[in-house]
């Protein structure tokens, strides 16, 4: 049974779709509210979990964000945009370590 995200109500309805560069999407309105969704997620986040890690450990070391691009592309074959991990470091709060840091780690 579909849900409205908004409402939290089952009073659905089928609205049309909506054509991406792969396929068609089911776009629903809710009866309650009008709220319009679809219910698939979107696939565009190419960074995993795995890779994320990767990237988050590598950053906390002093890697460049294109430095950790080659490192991705090298060990993954995933062609990934060096502001696309910059964004997923954003998103997940981590800090450009200070040289004092580094010292530390290095030692």
């Known amino acids: 049974m579909i849900v409205c995200p908004s409402c939290h109500r089952k009073k659905v309805i089928k609205n049309g779709k909506r054509k991406t560069k792969t396929k068609k999407k089911q776009i629903y ?14 696939s565009r986040e190419k960074i995993t979990m795995e890779i994320g890690a990767l990237s988050i450990y590598l950053y906390e070391h002093g890697a460049s964000l294109r430095r950790i691009k080659k490192i991705i592309k090298i060990i993954y074959e995933l062609n990934v945009h060096h502001a696309t991990v910059a964004r ?17 780690w290095n030692r």
């Open 29 to 42: 309105r809710c009866k309650t509210c009008g709220y319009k969704f679809i219910t698939e997620k979107s």
């Open 88 to 104: 997923y470091l954003s998103t997940h709060n981590i800090k450009k370590p200070t040289k004092k840091d580094l010292l530390r």
